[in-house]
Each structure stands twice: as structure tokens, then as C-alpha cells.
């Protein structure tokens, strides 16, 4: 298998079921949620540069490897009031939020867009696609998102805030 160079730019709202449609379309044209998010420990800045997540629980619903591919699917539930953290994404990410509402902001702080519960996105990877995921909401908000890369990719890459003044 050949893992896809060509990557979207922006975060882009997907079809709403779940088919192989779907997951190519989203594969190709994204590059990790979402939404995705780092977990502690994960490569790139130090914990003294990087913006911390807050409120932040992730947990891996499946994990498999195949042909030195790694598919990993994780349930990231973000506390009201929490955020994911300034960061970016090596392997291809796309999900479903399952609850609450998800705001997205890149790192230019201009293009904020929000999704609602039943919502699909994708995110593109890579360190120019800096963005941040927080729940303004009362609620939870929960997101099945899946990760696809060459084996061993962190999932996500913790930054600091490019300036925007909130994480």
C-alpha cells in the first residue's frame, strides 16, 4: 500500500455516513480530527513550549498494523471549557463528532468554523497545518477519530499557540 502524498489544505466537512466513499474521500483529501490530538508524551515541541491540552481525555478504541500502516481509531472526549492543545498531524485523520460541538482554529486565528454533533471532518496534515480543537459548549464533546500512517507516527505533534492568545 502507498501511502498518499497529496494532502488538503483545510479541515473539510465530509458525507455524514459512513461508506468506503467516505473513508477514501476523506483519506485523499485529509491528513488525525480533528481532531485529533496529542497525548502526553507524544514527539515534537517540549513541554515547555508547547500549549497544553486541557480537559482532554483520549481513549483507543482500535489499533491495528498492517503492511507498516498503522489504522487507529480513538475516542477523544474534551471537557466543556477544554481544548486539545495547539498541534498538527503527521498521519491522515478524519472522524465523526459524536457529541457537543467541536471549534476548530488554525494557526492564522481568522478562520474559526465550528461542527456540531453528526458533523464529519478530515484535517491535512503536516507543520504548516497548525490548528487547535476546544469545546465552547455546556456539554461534552465527543469525536471518534481515525489515524492513518506508516507505522510508529505519533498522532499528533504538540505546538505553541502561534499567537492567537487562546487555547
Not at 11 to 40: E, G, Q, Y
Not at 82 to 98: E, F, M
Not at 130 to 143: F, I, K, Q, S, T
Request: proline letters at 8%.
Amino acid at each position: 500500500m502507498r501511502f498518499p502524498t497529496n494532502r488538503a489544505h483545510y479541515l473539510l466537512p465530509c458525507d455524514n455516513v459512513p461508506s468506503m466513499h467516505f473513508v477514501r474521500r476523506c483519506t485523499i483529501a485529509a491528513a488525525a480530527t480533528l481532531l485529533a490530538v496529542a497525548t502526553a508524551g507524544l514527539a515534537g515541541a517540549t513541554a515547555a513550549s508547547a500549549s497544553p491540552s486541557a480537559g482532554l481525555h483520549v481513549v483507543t478504541l482500535s489499533q491495528n498494523t498492517v503492511d507498516g500502516i498503522d489504522y487507529v481509531t480513538r475516542e477523544i472526549t474534551i471537557a466543556p471549557g477544554g481544548s486539545t492543545g495547539w498541534h498538527y498531524h503527521d498521519p491522515i485523520v478524519y472522524g465523526i463528532i459524536r457529541a457537543g460541538t467541536l471549534t476548530w482554529a488554525p494557526a492564522d486565528c481568522l478562520a474559526v468554523k465550528t461542527f456540531p454533533a453528526g458533523s464529519a471532518v478530515a484535517e491535512a496534515s503536516g507543520a504548516d497545518h497548525v490548528h487547535l480543537g476546544r469545546n465552547l459548549g455546556a456539554e461534552p464533546l465527543v469525536m471518534w477519530v481515525n489515524y492513518v500512517a506508516p507505522s510508529g507516527t505519533p498522532p499528533a505533534v504538540d505546538v505553541p499557540d502561534p499567537g492567537c492568545g487562546f487555547a
